[in-house]
């Protein structure tokens, strides 16, 4: 069975960093690209980080480039996502996402969530 | 970027209803559309990709269509167990979602 389970979430105060970890599980955690999504409470999901499944390329939207740097470690099947310079609109559950058939496409597989409360 | 514009916002439908949700991209995603299900307090759950191949598991009762830059999810029979957000995106030209379709029971 795929599980993804994130941690590591919180409240920061702006311009902070923090930094969310997701355990993978159930499959081959090397074959596939991975992605961390985001949805602010209520609202809808934005993409905030891509990596491909040797880790070679990453990913970024405007809004979080230069800001947060995704990363993993095939050894352990953990995905990363390194968060610094925190706004407040980054408060959001941040979801770990398996892109399906391995490839930067869709996402198969969400883990549970992890929220991200950045307020002084 | 690409933007998706989907509509309706909100939906209040009855059981056995047939729903239709649409999705407009601001350019050809030659397909590559997904939908997904979002249940309160729940993640995001994979319903169709490739605007018309339904995921393993999921019932025969959901469909997808549409090319170019229309797309649209097709609820037959609606359950109980529908009531649920749903979004579109597109994967042409990195992600992007639409601002999500909240179905209700009427």
């Known amino acids: 069975e795929v599980q993804l389970v994130e941690s590591g979430g919180g409240l920061v105060q702006p311009g902070r960093s923090l930094k969310l970890s997701c355990v993978a599980s159930?499959?081959?955690?090397?074959?596939?690209?991975m992605t961390w999504i985001r949805q602010a409470p209520g609202k809808g999901l934005e993409w905030v980080a891509s990596?491909?499944?040797?880790?070679?390329?990453?990913y970024y939207p405007d809004s979080v480039k230069g800001r947060f740097t995704i990363s993993r470690d095939n050894a352990k099947s953990t995905l990363y996502l390194q968060m610094n310079s925190l706004r407040s609109e980054d408060t959001a559950t941040y979801y770990c996402?398996?892109?399906?058939?391995?490839?930067?496409?869709?996402?198969?597989?969400w883990g549970q969530g992890v929220m991200v409360t950045v307020s002084s | 970027d690409i933007r998706m514009t989907q509509s309706p916002a909100s939906l209040s439908a009855s059981l056995g209803e047939t729903v239709n949700i649409e999705c407009l991209a601001s350019?050809?995603?030659?397909?590559?559309l997904a939908w997904y299900q979002q249940k309160p307090g729940k993640s995001p759950q994979l319903l169709i990709y490739?605007?018309?191949s339904l995921q393993n598991g999921v019932p025969s009762r959901f469909s997808g269509s549409g090319s170019g830059t229309q797309y649209s999810l097709k609820i037959n029979s609606l359950q109980s167990e529908d009531v649920a957000t749903y979004f579109c995106?597109?994967?042409?030209?990195?992600?992007?979602f639409g601002a999500g379709t909240k179905l209700e029971l009427k």
């Open positions: 350019e050809d995603i030659y397909s590559d």
């Open positions: 996402t398996r892109g399906a058939a391995g490839g930067g496409n869709y996402f198969d597989y």
């Open positions: 995106q597109q994967y042409n030209n990195y992600y992007t």
């Open positions: 490739n605007a018309n």
């Open positions: 159930g499959f081959t955690f090397n074959n596939y690209w």
């Open positions: 990596i491909t499944n040797t880790g070679g390329s990453t």
